[in-house]
C-alpha cells in the first residue's frame, strides 16, 4: 500500500530496538492483538540484517511479540493479574479496550458484563503484576477511559485525569490513544508521554473504497461539524478533501439533566447550502446516534445528496433500530468506524456500515516507538491523504 512503503523496508528501522518488545493485548483485544502481532512479525522476517529486526537481541520468540497475560476472578467478583512469561527487560505495549462489553464474569452465579470500570481495574492488575520488572511500560488505550468527561463544569469528579495521574504513578512511560474527545486532558500529566492519534486517513480510505462515484470537490461535497467540539476535526477533513465546512451547534435545554447530561432541544445548522451535494459528517463517538440521525433527517431536508457519517468509535449503545430505518428511507447512506473498540456481529454485517482496520496503523506505533524513532510521520497524515485523493480522483474522474 501507497502509505506504508517507505515503512515496510529496513531502513525505517536503522537503529536497535531499546529493548526486547512485548505486546499484551487485554481481554477483549484479542484480535486487534494478533493483527499487531502479524504484521510485527511480518516486518521482523522482511528486514534486511539481525540487526535491523525489530526485535534483534535477547527474548526473541519464533511464535512472535504476544505475551500471554490473565485476569481471573473468584466468584465474588475479586479479581488478579497474572503474567505468564518473563517481561524483564522488556519494552511492554499493553493493549486496553475500555468499551470491550462482549466480556462477561461470574458473580455469585450471574454472568456480569465488564464495564469500562472493570477493564481499567484490570489494566491496573497487569501493570502491578508487572512489578517494576519491565524496562518501559507503554498502555495503548485507544478509547481514553472516562475521556467525555474532559472538564469540570460543577462538583464532579475528573476520572480521566485522575486515570492518567494514576498510570504515571504506577511507572507507565506513555499512554497512545486515539482521537481523545479533548487532548487537553494531557495537561494531568504534562511531564509524561501522551499521544492522541487521528484515524483520518484510515477514514477516508475506508470511504474511497466504499464508493467509486464521489466528487471530491467543493461543487459536489461538504463536511459538516456535528458541533463547535467537533470543529477541528472537520476543518482538518474540509482542508484536507479541498470542500467547504459547514456546522450545526446542539441547543440544549440546561434546566434539566438527562443520562448525565442536558438534552439537546435542537440542532442549528451554520453554512452554505448542501443542496445537491454529498455530505459528511465526522465526530469522535457514535453513542445511541441520536444525535447524528438528527442532523442526518435535517440536512435531508435541506435537500442534500447522501450523508455519510465518520466516527472513531461507534457503539450503538441504543441498538440498531433507528439506524436500520434510517437507512431504509435514504436518510442516512453510510457509518464509517474503526476496529478500535468492540463492534458487535450485527452491526459488521449491516450494509450501512463499514470499518477502518487500525491494526497496522498500531503496529507502526509500537515498532516506531520500540527504536525510539519520532512519531511525526504518523501524526501528520497530510501528504498520505493528498496521494490517496489524487489517486482516487485519478481512477474515478
Known amino acids: 500500500m501507497a502509505e506504508i ?153 475528573m476520572d480521566c485525569a485522575v486515570m492518567l495521574q494514576e498510570l504515571v504513578g504506577m511507572g507507565v512511560s506513555n499512554i497512545i490513544t486515539f482521537d481523545a474527545h479533548d487532548p487537553r486532558v494531557q495537561n494531568a500529566i504534562p511531564l509524561s508521554g501522551f499521544e492522541s492519534i487521528m484515524p483520518t486517513y484510515q477514514m477516508l480510505k475506508a470511504m474511497c473504497h466504499t464508493y467509486d462515484d464521489l466528487k471530491i470537490d467543493k461543487d459536489h461535497m461538504m463536511v459538516i461539524s456535528p458541533d463547535e467540539g467537533a470543529i477541528g476535526r472537520n476543518i482538518y477533513y474540509s482542508s484536507a478533501m479541498g470542500v467547504d465546512l459547514g456546522m450545526f451547534y446542539k441547543r440544549r435545554d440546561y434546566t434539566r439533566v438527562v443520562n448525565g447530561r442536558n438534552p439537546i432541544v435542537a440542532h442549528e445548522y451554520m453554512g452554505d447550502s448542501v443542496e445537491g451535494k454529498d455530505v459528511f459528517v465526522a465526530d469522535d463517538i457514535i453513542a445511541s446516534g441520536d444525535s447524528i440521525l438528527d442532523l442526518a433527517y435535517n440536512l435531508k431536508k435541506r435537500k442534500a445528496k447522501r450523508v455519510f457519517a465518520g466516527a472513531t468509535f461507534a457503539f450503538f449503545t441504543s441498538g440498531l433500530e433507528a439506524f436500520n430505518k434510517a437507512y431504509a428511507e435514504g436518510v442516512i447512506d453510510h457509518v464509517f468506524a474503526t476496529n478500535l473498540t468492540y463492534t458487535p456481529e450485527d452491526v459488521l454485517k449491516s450494509p450501512w456500515f463499514s470499518q477502518a482496520d487500525m491494526s497496522k496503523y498500531m503496529a507502526f506505533v509500537i515498532a516506531t516507538l520500540n527504536h525510539d524513532q519520532s512519531l511525526s510521520y504518523l501524526l501528520d497524515p497530510w501528504k498520505r491523504i493528498e496521494r490517496l485523493l489524487t489517486k482516487y480522483r485519478a481512477e474515478h474522474p
Open 5 to 157: 512503503n517507505h515503512c515496510e523496508s529496513s531502513q525505517k528501522f536503522p537503529m536497535r530496538p531499546v529493548a526486547p518488545l512485548g505486546v499484551i493485548a487485554m481481554r477483549g483485544c484479542e484480535e486487534m492483538g494478533k493483527r499487531v502481532n502479524d504484521y510485527l512479525m511480518k516486518w521482523q522476517s522482511d528486514s534486511g540484517t539481525t540487526d535491523e529486526r525489530l526485535h534483534s537481541f535477547y527474548g526473541a520468540e519464533a511464535s512472535g511479540f504476544l505475551l500471554e497475560a490473565h485476569c481471573p476472578r473468584f466468584g465474588t467478583g475479586e479479581g488478579k493479574g497474572m503474567l505468564l512469561n518473563s517481561v524483564r527487560g522488556y519494552d511492554l505495549y499493553i493493549i486496553c479496550d475500555v468499551g470491550a462489553y462482549q466480556c462477561t464474569y461470574k458473580l455469585y452465579g450471574k454472568e456480569i458484563p465488564m464495564t469500562p470500570d472493570e477493564h481499567y481495574a484490570d489494566l491496573k492488575r497487569i501493570i502491578a503484576a508487572v512489578s517494576g520488572k519491565a524496562y518501559r511500560i507503554n498502555v495503548i488505550m485507544p478509547m481514553l477511559y472516562e475521556g467525555r468527561q474532559h472538564r469540570r463544569t460543577a462538583r464532579e469528579s
